[in-house]
């Protein structure tokens, strides 16, 4: 099987290359099944259900969220009625968080995919239940192997030393374990010991003539000054699509090669032979 997985998309010019660029994509490398994490798809902050309409009809069979979740407050409503719409699984149980975290989607030839979003605690602005405890109880809902054909779990934080360990602790139980919410494709992207493959960040869907897909004069005002600026705007630029394509066994759902792939704007291209 072969899984590709996108990362953050920010504002118009990353939603601008998923509709540009995944279609096709899907086409020349053969997706069997696509994730794109498009928590701030909407102006930066958030999702609507409009713009996760757009990322569907571009080829997305899964959409991801993250700590930016519910900026948008539409989303509340809209996750509670689309099961393709992920949120943090780890939310504690008093918070009654609508949607879902995990989730088994059947394709149209009957092999299973099951997908996972996890949120990290390190240098997280919000104080989620333990992530690696949770992701042990998404995985037990559809084992590798024997109810699902692949399974891909989306490690949204901010600690690439938090990545790497769930990277390791989901290492055979999981096809694909793949950072996002740094918004910095990172290279190194490889398959464990387990036949699990990893990338600490698949970068983002965005304008990379920025700071993090945002436009770059505000935030070194904060930085120099250390005072607050305008309200954060997306970077307007070409946006580049990143993400990371996966090849599964088909009998044991493990990786066989995982390649980063990095499509239009100012990045270097990669994995599009």
């Known amino acids: 099987m072969k899984l590709a ?24 490398l053969g997706l069997d099944f696509v994730v794109v994490n498009a928590e701030n798809a909407a102006g930066g902050f958030g999702l609507t259900e409009a713009i996760a309409e757009e990322v569907f009809a571009a080829g997305a069979d899964c959409i991801t969220l993250g700590d930016h979740a519910w900026d948008q407050r539409e ?6 009625r689309e099961p393709r719409l992920l949120r ?5 149980d008093e918070a009654d968080a609508p949607g879902g975290g995990a989730n088994l989607f059947t394709l149209q030839d009957g ?8 949120q990290g605690t390190v240098f997280m602005r919000q104080s989620l239940e333990n992530p690696f405890r949770a992701v042990d109880r998404a995985l037990d809902g559809f084992p590798l ?12 934080c901010e600690a690439t030393s938090e990545k790497m360990a769930m990277g390791h602790y989901c290492d055979g139980r999981a096809s694909l374990v793949v950072g996002s919410h740094t918004h910095v494709p990172t290279a190194d992207h490889m398959v464990l010991e387990g036949g699990t493959a990893y990338q600490s960040d698949a970068g983002m869907c965005g304008d990379y ?10 935030s070194m005002h904060r930085f120099l000054t250390q005072m607050p ?20 066994d088909d009998q044991t759902g493990l990786a066989m090669s995982i390649r980063p792939i990095r499509v239009g704007g100012r990045l270097s291209a990669a994995g599009l032979a």
């Open 5 to 28: 997985f996108f990362g953050d998309v920010v504002g118009r010019p990353g939603r601008q290359a998923v509709a540009d660029h995944l279609p096709g994509l899907r086409a020349s």
């Open 75 to 80: 989303a509340l409503t809209y996750i509670a």
């Open 88 to 92: 943090p699984v780890n939310y504690p």
């Open 111 to 118: 092999r299973r995919v099951g997908v996972v979003q996890i």
């Open 145 to 156: 192997g024997a109810v699902a054909d692949a399974v891909i779990v989306d490690m949204h």
């Open 209 to 218: 003539d920025s700071v993090i897909g945002m436009q770059k004069e505000n």
């Open 229 to 248: 600026g305008q309200r954060y705007e997306p970077a307007l630029g070409e946006g580049t699509l990143c993400g990371v394509c996966v090849e599964t």
